[in-house]
C-alpha cells in the first residue's frame, strides 16, 4: 500500500474529492510513482520510499467510520468487539493469533506425518458413552425422540483403529463437554489425540 499525494494547485477539483475520503473507503486511483522528498520518506513500511502522485481518483464505495480503531494496539470494550467481530478479526493483535493458530496447527501435522503416523478424522454426532463428563444432547428430526451426543473425545474411536490395524493415529480432535467451565476448558475446544500400538523406547 502505497501513499498517496493530491496536488492542490495542480488539480483542485480532485484535491478537494480526496478531502472527503475516511478510513474504510474503497477507491481506484491512476497517477505516477514517484519518490518521496527527503523527510518524508518511511523505513518502517515497504513502500516507505515511494508515493503516488494521483492523477485521477474514483470512489467506488462508501463506507461508515468503524466503531472502532481497527489499527490500535488497545482492546475496545469487549460486548462493542462481539457485536462487530467481522471487524475485531480483521486487528493485527487478532490476525497474529489466528496465524498462529494455523502454524502450530501444521507443525503438528508435518511432525505426525514425519513419524508415520495417520490423520484419522472420527465422527461428530455419536451414541452417548458412559465417560465422567456430561455430553451435549442434539435431537434428531429424522428420528423423533432420539438423540446425538457431542463426543467428549474420540477415545472410542482410537481404540477401535488400533484394534483394526491403525498403529499409529493422530487427530486434531473437537471435544464437547457440558460440563462447569475452568480456566482452561470451553464447553468446546480442540485437542490433540494420538494412539500408538506396540511402543517402546522412542516414541515412534
Known amino acids: 500500500m502505497s ?34 522528498i527527503e523527510g518524508t520518506v518511511n523505513p518502517k513500511i515497504p513502500t516507505g520510499e515511494i508515493e503516488v502522485v494521483a492523477e485521477e481518483l474514483t470512489i467506488l464505495n462508501p463506507s461508515k467510520i468503524p466503531p472502532f480503531n481497527l489499527t490500535e494496539l488497545q482492546n475496545p470494550d469487549e460486548m462493542l468487539r462481539m457485536k462487530y467481530r467481522y471487524l475485531d478479526l480483521r486487528r493485527p493483535g487478532m490476525m497474529k493469533r489466528i496465524t498462529l493458530r494455523h502454524r502450530v496447527a501444521k507443525a503438528v501435522r ?21 465417560e465422567g463428563a456430561r455430553d451435549y444432547l442434539v435431537p434428531s428430526r429424522v428420528n423423533p425422540g432420539k438423540f446425538y451426543a457431542l463426543p467428549q473425545s474420540p477415545q472410542l474411536f482410537k481404540q477401535l483403529l488400533m484394534v483394526g490395524g491403525v498403529d499409529k493415529y493422530f487427530q486434531l480432535a473437537r471435544c464437547y463437554r457440558d460440563e462447569d467451565l475452568r480456566a ?12 500408538m500400538s506396540f511402543v517402546t523406547g522412542r516414541m515412534c
Do not use: W, Y
Not at 498517496?4 to 475520503?21: M, Y
Not at 506425518?113 to 451414541?127: A, C, K, N, Q
Open 3 to 36: 501513499r498517496l499525494f493530491f496536488n492542490p494547485g495542480d488539480k483542485a477539483d480532485l484535491f478537494h474529492l480526496a478531502e472527503g475520503l475516511k478510513n474504510e473507503f474503497v477507491i481506484a486511483v491512476r497517477g505516477t510513482v514517484t519518490g518521496r
Open 110 to 130: 508435518d511432525f505426525f506425518d514425519h513419524e508415520g503416523f495417520l490423520e484419522i478424522e472420527t465422527p461428530s454426532l455419536v451414541r452417548s458413552t458412559p
Open 184 to 195: 482452561d476448558r470451553q464447553p468446546e475446544f480442540t485437542q490433540i489425540d494420538l494412539e
